[in-house]
């Protein structure tokens, strides 16, 4: 049964990446040349916004009894500074940004108010600007310093403010933390939501612990030996050791466990003595808890020292020490911990400073905006989205400012970062806030509008790549665009001989090599870290909510897709289609379809046979060739979201409602009665491939096994003549006979089965002692 595609205008769709032909700015330098010093910042690879500054500083010598703040209008815009309660000489020291784009007015109000709890707040003074009068500043200029200005006081006091008004660009210091009038409708906690911000991972750090042995386990029953067994907990992960295989009061485990801690570290290593007592109860018979700054931290695989720690038992109101226990741990700083599939990892540097490497190269982002955004909620009875963009590289996260209630965002904010290593990938997402101040406390989640990655070694240094990426989102529709995200990026090579080194270097840190962690390991301790970080993230201001951690790091990428799988599966027959040609191109050889390429190819394999030191430096040859042949077919822009590559296009319904589904399953009995019975006939024949490549590789083995005498005597018997014969005749001889065989024509070939093949397919497999 054919399904029709979910999304059946996908084809109609534009989902390519597209040129853009921003007006970028200038070149501005803050601390001089790349070479020199790394943190220099440009904002060369953004179009130059200025905006009016306001920095409200303070006032003075206002009346008795005044509850002041501050009103800043310009024309239709108004900006308010945070109250003080009956305070004379008031600080604010906030700065307000005006887009000088939707500026109409030509002068800058600035009023000092009373707040009154009932009725109109009391008028106290103002001060107005002429915007033709107001200084341009442009980094590096040193700020600009306030003035004291009197206040226009109808009361006819002496009241004064300090202020300081400039025009500036996107890269004044001011304009992070500035308030600024696309955040017009912000309120309350809203008004730090809407700020560009920049974020830092916590320092992951990998602890192992190695159970060894225990002394003098005690337990409640003087009657019976104990079962013991070890409950190891780090904060919410928990390990338990298997039960000592001996029933003693001295059980030895010797087992080694990972756990994951953030610095600062908050947790503490807890160890529990169990004994089982019943199937279904343990008993606790000590207790151990101890921070994680008193252990070692390892650079390297050398031994660390194990010691002896008493563990405690409360009882009887008292605590008494019960047994002891002999651990090892340490904190490994020679691994890096993986928050991020490894299939498009950001940072590969160890957790041990001392280890890194200096960087090789400078990645800069220019985020200019999106475009053609869809509506995300709706404000007023229409569509809106208040869309923020989060880029995330190695450790360094960074957050743009809220623009409000518009579908074609401009942000143009510039972020570097240092790159270790040019095969890492960088990852931007665009969110749509629903955290302006105005909803439920505990309400909402920032919607996802859409994610896209660019793999640094896929750019050219020193260019400036300007895309509109398309943002592409799976729904359990289909396939949707979302929009567009304009982008400027710029990979600068500090050092062409580290970069290439690079190349040649493991992927990951040596310890990941030396005492490799298992699958199940790498796994479980990923979805720890990206916990951790998402936590911390969390708890910034503002915070990196969870859900924009978890969809940056891709936290359910290897949860169960259909989707995936058939993308996987012609992902690989994609790769394996040049072998099938070059297959049936070597057919067609052997046939004489094409009589010129076939006698061509026997000068060719003749010139080889004759001359088999060309062997190797043809294939060298011929690889530069092609290589220089397909530079002219070379990528122009960076890899974006392929949806046909997904396999996005013709999904069907049910496969995208389970690849939603939750874990454990939320969906009627009979529709999961219906999926696994489809997954048992994917299953079926994923079990059939897999014992037939088994039964050939059984096959193979057979020839020498004796399990068919009559064939290992044929076997053992062809290989001893084959030898003599081998011994006595040139090689040149025998690749002579063997590849002219091979190219006989066809008039000498037989259309059954070869002999060697049906002598092979004759052969025992164990498939027949399966049940």
Request: aromatic share 10%.
């Amino acid at each position: 049964m054919q399904h029709e595609p979910v999304n059946p205008t996908l084809e109609q769709a534009d989902y390519e990446l597209k040129d853009t032909s921003p007006q970028l700015g200038e070149r501005w330098l803050q601390g001089g040349a790349y070479g020199s010093e790394r943190s220099t910042s440009t904002y060369d690879l953004v179009e130059q916004t200025y905006h009016l500054y306001v920095r409200v500083v303070k006032a003075k010598e206002l009346a008795v009894g005044t509850d002041p703040y501050v009103e800043v209008k310009l024309g239709n815009y108004r900006g308010r500074t945070r109250h003080f309660e009956k305070k004379t000489n008031p600080e604010w020291n906030q700065v307000f940004a005006f887009s000088k784009d939707r500026v109409q007015s030509s002068t800058l109000e600035v009023y000092v108010k009373d707040k009154e709890m009932f009725g109109r707040d009391d008028y106290v003074g103002k001060v107005v600007f002429d915007l033709n009068e107001v200084p341009t500043r442009v980094p590096p200029d040193s700020p600009l310093a306030p003035q004291w200005y009197r206040l226009e006081d109808r009361r006819g006091q002496g009241a004064e403010i300090m202020i300081a008004v400039w025009m500036g660009t996107q890269a004044d210091e001011a304009f992070p933390e500035a308030w600024h009038s696309d955040a017009l409708f912000a309120q309350g906690e809203g008004v730090f939501n809407v700020r560009s911000k920049v974020y830092v991972s916590p320092k992951l750090w990998y602890i192992r612990v190695n159970v060894i042995e225990a002394q003098d386990v005690i337990p409640n029953d003087r009657s019976r030996l104990p079962e013991v067994s070890v409950k190891v907990q780090v904060g919410n992960q928990v390990l338990r050791t298997k039960i000592s295989s001996v029933r003693t009061m001295n059980p030895l485990w010797n087992e080694d466990f990972v756990f994951v801690a953030a610095e600062p570290f908050e947790e503490h290593l807890v160890l529990t003595i169990e004994d089982r007592v019943h199937p279904s109860r343990d008993e606790v018979l000590g207790t151990l808890s101890l921070p994680l700054t008193m252990f070692e931290k390892r650079l390297d695989h050398r031994p660390v020292h194990s010691r002896w720690f008493n563990l405690e038992k409360y009882g009887l109101g008292e605590m008494k020490f019960s047994s002891r226990v002999h651990i090892r741990v340490c904190l490994e700083g020679g691994y890096h911990v993986l928050d991020e599939s490894t299939l498009y990892i950001s940072d590969q540097r160890p957790t041990a400073k001392q280890l890194w490497k200096p960087p090789c190269g400078i990645l800069e982002v220019g985020i200019l905006g999106a475009q053609g955004l869809l509506p995300m909620k709706m404000k007023d009875r229409r569509g809106s989205t208040d869309a923020y963009c989060v880029a995330k590289y190695g450790q360094k996260w960074v957050r743009t400012r809220t623009i409000l209630d518009t579908l074609n965002p401009k942000w143009n904010e510039q972020y570097t970062w240092e790159v270790y290593d040019p095969c890492t990938v960088i990852t931007m997402g665009v969110f749509d806030n629903c955290h302006l101040g105005d909803e439920k406390p505990g309400t909402g989640r920032d919607s996802r509008i859409g994610k896209v990655r660019i793999r640094l070694s896929t750019l050219e240094a020193h260019r400036i790549y300007t895309h509109s990426y398309p943002l592409l989102v799976l729904h359990p529709s289909g396939v949707k665009k979302m929009g567009e995200l304009q982008l400027a990026v710029r990979f600068t090579n500090l050092s062409l001989a580290n970069t290439v080194y690079m190349y040649g270097r493991p992927l990951l840190p040596k310890m990941h090599y030396l005492n490799p962690l298992t699958v199940n390991q790498v796994d479980t301790l990923r979805y720890q870290a990206m916990n951790i970080v998402a936590v911390r993230l969390g708890r910034a201001e503002p915070p990196l909510r969870k859900e924009v951690v978890e969809y940056m790091l891709d936290v359910d990428s290897h949860m169960w897709s259909m989707r995936r799988s058939k993308a996987n599966f012609f992902r690989i027959m994609s790769l394996i289609s040049g072998l099938f040609s070059v297959s049936r191109w070597f057919t067609n050889v052997r046939e004489w379809k094409n009589p010129i390429t076939t006698v061509l190819v026997h000068i060719l394999f003749l010139i080889l046979l004759w001359y088999p030191e060309l062997i190797l430096p043809t294939i060298c040859l011929y690889m530069f060739l092609i290589g220089l042949w397909n530079y002219r077919f070379r990528a122009r822009h960076p890899p974006h979201m392929d949806p046909k590559l997904s396999w996005a296009e013709a999904v069907h319904p049910d496969e995208l409602d389970e690849e939603f589904d939750t874990f454990p399953t939320s969906r009627p009995p009979d529709t999961v009665r219906m999926r696994y019975d489809r997954i048992r006939s994917i299953a079926g024949r994923i079990q059939t491939v897999v014992g037939d490549v088994a039964t050939q590789g059984e096959r193979l083995v057979s020839l020498l096994s004796w399990r068919d005498p009559r064939a290992t005597s044929l076997f053992v018997i062809f290989s001893l003549c084959s030898a003599v014969v081998l011994y006595m005749t040139p090689f040149r001889v025998v690749a002579l006979v063997g590849g002219l065989y091979t190219l006989r024509h066809p008039r000498f070939r037989s259309k059954l089965p070869s002999v060697p093949s049906n002598f092979f397919k004759r052969l025992p497999a164990r498939s027949d002692s399966l049940l």
